[in-house]
């Protein structure tokens, strides 16, 4: 099936740094989601976006709704242990609610 | 927040017997539920779309005789894994659509090993 491109595959990174990741495609969407999937879990959403160039924060997490409307991205600012994870992407076109996800990051964070 | 459940968690079975995973949403009723298969180090990939009182939309290469879907109320969808060999084995997640919130909300997932 059809995935979106998620770079980068995966970080490891020491606690209190920064991190970023981003999803592109080559179709338009007019939803992005982030997730974050710990393992033997389902994936938790942790940000929505909804509007081309839309801004979004949730704690330590802001995401953005690229103006083209074909990528977006996420960045986690001062990272925590708690913060491994893989994180997903996904992407929605229309109204039938489906999904379509990216390949996935897997974050790893040094204590 | 909303909340989905699936039982089993994991399940391990022989090869030629079928398996029922379900999906409940425990707060909110839903009209559409989603099934994903994800094996391992990879992404989800969609499955079919469970609609309430009418038939199932699978996705393009996934046997709907083979992955037989029911959604017959607002709260719970079926998925049964029928005469399942090892290479069926996979983690197996739903998830459901809150009209409310227009988001899907995902079930914990269940772990499938067929011997």
């Known amino acids: 099936g059809q995935q979106l491109n998620q770079s980068p595959q995966s970080m490891f990174i020491q606690e209190g740094e920064d991190v970023s990741m981003n999803c592109t495609s080559s179709s338009i969407f007019n939803t992005w989601l982030w997730y974050k999937q710990d393992p033997g879990e389902g994936p938790v959403l942790l940000i929505a976006l909804y509007k081309a160039g839309e ?16 990528d977006s991205f996420l960045n986690i ?11 997903f992407c996904a992407g929605r076109m229309d109204s039938s609610y489906k999904l379509i996800f990216g390949s996935g990051t897997r974050l790893l964070v040094r204590p | 927040g909303a909340v989905v459940s699936q039982h089993p968690s994991w ?7 079928s398996v029922k995973i379900e999906c409940r949403s425990l707060d909110f009723q839903a009209t559409t539920m989603f ?12 499955m079919a779309t469970s609609n309430e009182g009418s038939k199932a939309t699978y996705e393009q290469g996934v046997e709907k005789d083979k992955f037989l879907i029911n959604h017959a109320s607002l709260t719970l969808s079926t998925l049964t894994v029928t005469s399942a060999h090892p290479e069926d084995s996979s983690f197996y997640i739903c998830s459901a659509h809150a ?5 899907q909300f995902f079930g914990p997932g269940t ?5």
């Open chain 1, 55 to 70: 801004l979004t924060s949730n704690g330590r997490l802001t995401a953005q709704f690229g103006i083209t409307r074909k």
């Open chain 1, 77 to 87: 600012s001062a990272s925590i242990p708690s913060d491994v994870g893989i994180y």
């Open chain 2, 11 to 17: 399940v391990i079975c022989k090869s030629g017997t």
């Open chain 2, 35 to 46: 099934w994903y298969r994800q094996f391992p180090k990879q992404s989800l990939m969609l």
């Open chain 2, 99 to 103: 009209p409310t919130t227009n988001e």
């Open chain 2, 111 to 115: 772990r499938l090993t067929v011997l």
